[in-house]
């Protein structure tokens, strides 16, 4: 389903040029659940940028579903991010001064679902984390975590076959950690692909998958032997 | 994504964030509104200065004599006594003089006159009725010299308010009081109204008498000092002048018009005054309009600008989630429109009540500019626009992670 070959990011500033990848490949089949681990500046951030198709690689091609993306227009992208990934931002970018509920509601504003059905699953998706009676609290009105698990809804909503998570748990208390990954096991148990960046072990643990990064290049691809789950027992 | 949605869209961005939709507006405000006062101020002083020059007459001819060609020596201008009543009489009544509207013969002199311990030294006019139409004559209490004051050469006179204070005091009503000049007592019955200017000619400081009054018992003349004609129109001031010109001639019996024994003015230096005056205005007016349109432009520039970082983040996150770059872009357009037709109305407003509020307080003649109007709304309207879109469309072309990133 996913497919990475050679992928290198350059950025390029006036004087220095700093490589954020370095001929990356590997592929991620439908389904699995995976975690990419490595210390800050490691390129992980980037390398989810490149598979939530927010970002284009400098060279390499990346394939999804078939598809290269780096041949692909903006708007195509854009298509492509509405409907097909799930991206829950470590920063959460959330539209500020605006309703949860609105901002559950935005990706399916552009994805032309008609009115009632938007306001109907955003309700839907903000019980399901938990903000029920959140709903119309303002972004700056909710704390780390809750604007966390808005974030969290707003990238399920579309029912996205990939779930992009970068540090999904990083601003939440330990208990609040367990229940999204609840929540991440129950959705990769319904079939969708899950990919998280995360520097905790405990949180990669429920992974069944895990790629190491460093410096831009992956040292380790392992199987978490330590987890059960029915696909890799296959 | 349609249109209707967009819409909503945009009015909810611009509701949410109520300090940056407030503060957009009021640099449109601002900058329309005091584009259109200025401009509104300055045309009406402008009309009040055009205002003052028409009440000088702007169709106005005067006959003055020459002076007389004693062999060699040739007399000052106006200083002769060719000009007599019954040619006035027969501009009025000739046939061929068709372009005349309103005729006014006239004596003047510097006399003194004396009211109790004071006195002045000031101009007399003797005058028919049609001078105070003539010359945009109005009275601020009692009546004028009327027709029959001058048929039964009444001792009557209309004092110009500056006559009042230099012989009754400021505040007293003169009106039935009595003036001295030489052996003769005349009864004040009209103040005319103020009309403020200064120097030779003041208008505020002149008496006016019936002219046979003045001829005969004041000055013991025959002659006329001037003949004030008014012309139907504008456009037919030179026909009037020639018809007058010839028929003075024939009357006074010269074939030669160079030696003729008065001259014909017309208001053409005044109305050459008028227009260089209303040239510096008109002057005046672009560079305030520049320098206010600037002022203004930079504001809505400044917010537009301001609010970028944040917007491109916005921009950023809007893609993320699967806007394409025509919808980004059309939703900041149509905010930006909204912004400055919002802000373009409520500036138009503002600006017709300040200019109607300052005209008030000052005096002026209240006009609506609408040149001015459209020219506010037309260039804030496309610096709005520009500022609001042209961000938002560089930032549309951003990959999402880079707009998201902007700092």
């Known amino acids: 389903m996913i497919q990475l070959k050679d992928i290198s990011k350059i950025y390029k500033t006036e004087a220095v040029e700093t490589t954020a990848l370095s001929h990356i490949s590997f592929e991620i089949e439908k389904g699995e659940f995976t975690a990419i681990m490595g210390p800050s500046g490691s390129g992980k951030s980037t390398m989810m940028h490149i598979l939530g198709a927010l970002d284009l690689a400098t060279s390499g091609e990346y394939i999804l579903d078939g598809e ?24 959460f970018n959330l539209l500020p001064r605006t309703t949860a509920l609105k901002n559950v509601m935005l990706p ?59 540090e999904p748990t990083g601003n939440i208390a330990s208990a609040q950690a367990e229940e ?41 691809d392992e199987i978490n032997k330590k987890k059960k789950k029915a696909y890799y027992q296959k | 994504m349609d249109l209707g949605e967009l819409l909503l869209e945009c009015f909810s961005t611009l509701t ?8 957009a507006i009021l640099g449109i405000v601002i900058g329309i509104g005091s584009v259109i006062a200025l401009i509104s101020l300055g045309e009406s002083s402008q009309k009040m200065v055009e205002n003052q020059i028409q009440s000088l007459g702007s169709n106005l001819l005067t006959v003055q004599p020459s002076g007389q060609n004693n062999g060699a020596v040739r007399g000052a201008q106006g200083g002769g006594t060719t000009l007599t009543l019954e040619d006035a009489l027969a501009i009025r009544t000739s046939p061929t003089i068709t372009s005349v509207k309103t005729i006014s013969p006239e004596l003047s002199r510097r006399t003194q006159v004396i009211v109790g311990r004071n006195n002045t030294n000031t101009q007399i006019y003797g005058v028919y009725p049609a ?85 005969k018992q004041l000055f013991g003349v025959s002659y006329l ?3 004030s004609i008014e012309a139907k129109s504008q456009d037919v001031m030179t026909q009037a002048q020639n018809e007058i010109g010839y028929f003075l ?40 309009a520049a320098i206010s349109l600037l002022v203004g432009g930079i504001g809505i520039m400044n917010i537009m600008l301001v609010t970028v970082t944040e917007r491109t983040r916005e921009i950023g996150l809007r893609k993320a989630l699967g806007a394409k770059q025509k919808i980004v872009i059309l939703q900041f357009l149509f905010e930006a429109i909204i912004l400055t037709i919002t802000g373009g109305i409520i500036g138009m407003i503002l600006g017709i009540l300040i200019s109607f509020v300052l005209s008030n307080t000052m005096n002026l003649p209240f006009t609506i500019s609408w040149p001015a109007i459209f020219l506010a709304m037309g260039v804030s ?10 961000p938002a469309q560089k930032a549309s072309k951003l990959q999402p992670i880079e707009a998201l990133r902007y700092e």
Do not use: C
């Not at chain 2, 949410?16 to 503060?23: I, Q, Y």
């Not at chain 2, 029959?148 to 009042?164: C, F, L, Y």
């Open chain 1, 68 to 91: 290269s993306v780096s041949k692909l227009s903006q708007d195509e992208l854009a298509d492509i991010r509405n409907r097909k990934i799930g991206f829950i931002f470590q920063a």
């Open chain 1, 108 to 166: 399916m504003v552009y994805a032309g679902v008609p009115k009632e059905e938007r306001l109907e699953k955003a309700q839907k998706y903000l019980e399901m984390v938990g903000l029920g009676n959140r709903m119309y609290h303002t972004s700056n009105q909710l704390s780390g975590g809750q604007q966390q698990r808005v974030a969290i809804a707003r990238g399920l909503v579309m029912n996205p076959a990939i779930l992009l998570a970068d």
């Open chain 1, 180 to 220: 999204v990954m609840a929540l991440f096991q129950k959705l990769n148990d319904e079939g969708h692909t899950i990919i998280m960046i995360t520097h905790e072990p405990d949180i990669a643990a429920h992974a069944g998958r895990i790629i190491h990064v460093k410096d831009g290049v992956i040292i380790d």
């Open chain 2, 16 to 23: 949410v964030n109520k300090m940056r939709t407030g503060l």
């Open chain 2, 131 to 215: 001078y105070a139409e003539i010359r945009k004559l109005t009275l601020s209490s009692g009546v004028f010299i009327s027709a029959r004051d001058v048929e039964t050469m009444s001792k009557v006179a209309v004092i110009g308010p500056q006559v009042v204070t230099d012989l009754f005091g400021d505040g007293v009503n003169p009106i039935g009081k009595m003036m001295r000049t030489g052996t003769q007592t005349l009864k004040v019955i009209g103040v005319t109204t103020a009309k403020g200017g200064s120097g030779f000619n003041n208008q505020d400081d002149m008496i006016y008498v019936p002219l046979s009054t003045a001829q």
């Open chain 2, 225 to 227: 000092s001037s003949i």
């Open chain 2, 249 to 288: 001639l024939a009357r006074h019996k010269f074939n030669d018009p160079t030696q003729a024994d008065f001259s014909i003015m017309s208001q053409a230096d005044i109305m050459n005054t008028a227009s260089s005056i209303t040239g510096t205005f008109t002057t005046l007016l672009s560079g305030i």
């Open chain 2, 381 to 390: 309207g496309v610096i709005g626009v520009v500022f609001g879109w042209y």
